[in-house]
């Protein structure tokens, strides 16, 4: 093996180490995810995210086959009161050593597009995209029945 071999080798072991120890700082719980219907044209997806390292980091996208396109959304109130849904294009800050709840009337994950309708107990695969972590791929229950109990309420 030549010197410049041996180099890239380890720098791509290093660079493959330093990403998984960086994903193992996101752990992701109560994930569901679910669609008004049937019909339904988009979805969303919910769960506690919690950063265990000592880093702020950010979610910062998500993607999936599930759906044409795949957005970070919240609800706004409108100075008439009214909950408005929008795009966060920032990103939702998981400060280190804390949880953030994607829930819904809150920040939460939306297909748009859907390719086939949400079937209760299936699986959706989503890779959620984080300023430092990188990528950590989750597989989320459809719950087209969850009534928003446990750590989702409010």
């Known amino acids: 093996m030549t010197l410049k071999s041996t180099l890239v080798a380890t720098l791509v072991a290093l660079s493959l180490t330093s990403a998984a120890q960086a994903a193992d700082t996101i752990v992701v719980e109560d994930a569901y995810a679910r669609s008004a219907g049937k019909s339904a044209k988009a979805g969303a997806a919910f769960m506690m995210i919690e950063n265990q390292g000592e880093t702020d980091d950010r979610l910062i996208g998500a993607a999936s086959d599930v759906a ?29 050593g804390e949880t953030h709840m994607l829930k819904r009337g809150g920040d939460h994950v939306m297909f748009m597009g859907l390719k086939a309708p949400f079937e209760q107990g299936a699986m959706v695969p989503v890779t959620l995209i984080f300023e430092q972590a990188g990528e950590v791929v989750v597989e989320i229950p459809i719950d087209l029945e969850r009534q928003d109990t446990g750590g989702h309420s409010n």
């Open 68 to 96: 044409g396109r795949v957005e970070l959304h919240t609800h706004k109130i409108d100075e008439n009161g009214v909950a408005k849904m929008m795009q966060v294009e920032e990103g939702i800050p998981i400060p280190a």
